[in-house]
């Protein structure tokens, strides 16, 4: 499979746990970028890497959300202390350089349910 | 103001029959834009790219009017496939920014 990959496809947490998950993109994309989904809205942008640095950050991603990746290839986002409001789908996406004139491809992403 | 704004819907329409919608950006200085289509409960798919010139691909035809700043997307002799939601999406600028979605149900 050349798409993009995303484990776990879902998880269920209780409150104040931590969480990881793993994206696997496109291996010739150097751009990788985490997305969250949530019920009648459109994915919102929380960060991206080229290669291995983290180039952006949206105020979304509070201080409990840390994602790494740390050799180019795989990324990992980390929640710490899950809280109800970070119920949602998790998406990881990656591209060939910019996203100009290409779009991005998604993998199949997580979906996160705190309770 | 969110960056991408889209007409939610649902448009309801028979098969065979033509739908169009739009969406408005707010940035200015976006250069790259596009129609991502999304089924129930499934990561989005590049449906097509907008170029400034209009563009189709098959029954699809997008158009983008930059003084406006909206992106439009019209769907010919409607599939039941069609069904789906349609996410307007623009660059901004390393990153693409997604409206909320227009959902479209196309009935026998």
């Known amino acids: 499979d050349t798409g993009v990959s995303q484990n776990p496809r879902h998880k269920i947490t209780k409150r104040g746990q931590n969480v990881t998950f793993r994206c696997d993109p496109i291996s010739e994309h150097n751009r990788l970028y985490w997305y969250r989904q949530t019920l009648g809205q459109g994915p919102e942008f929380l960060t991206y890497?080229?290669?291995?640095?983290?180039?952006?950050k949206s105020r979304l991603l509070s201080d409990r959300f840390s994602a790494e990746r740390p050799k180019g290839s795989f990324s990992t986002l980390e929640i710490q202390r899950t809280e109800q409001g970070d119920s949602a789908m998790y998406l990881c996406?990656?591209?060939?350089?910019?996203?100009?004139?290409?779009?991005?491809?998604f993998g199949s992403g997580t979906r996160l349910t705190v309770v | 103001r969110k960056e991408v704004e889209q007409d939610p819907g649902p448009f309801n329409v028979p098969e065979g029959a033509t739908v169009a919608f739009n969406c408005t950006y707010s940035?200015?200085?976006?250069?790259?834009f596009f129609w991502y289509r999304q089924d129930c409960r499934k990561e989005p798919k590049l449906l097509m790219s907008v170029y400034s010139s209009g563009n189709e691909d098959g029954r699809f035809t997008a158009q983008l009017n930059r003084a406006s700043q909206y992106i439009s997307l019209l769907i010919r002799d409607s599939k039941l496939s069609d069904s789906a939601t349609y996410l307007c999406v623009v660059n901004n600028p390393n990153k693409l920014s997604f409206g909320a979605g227009t959902t479209v149900t196309v009935r026998a």
């Open positions: 996406a990656s591209s060939l350089g910019g996203s100009g004139g290409y779009g991005y491809t």
């Open positions: 890497f080229q290669n291995e640095a983290q180039l952006e």
């Open positions: 940035n200015s200085a976006s250069q790259s």
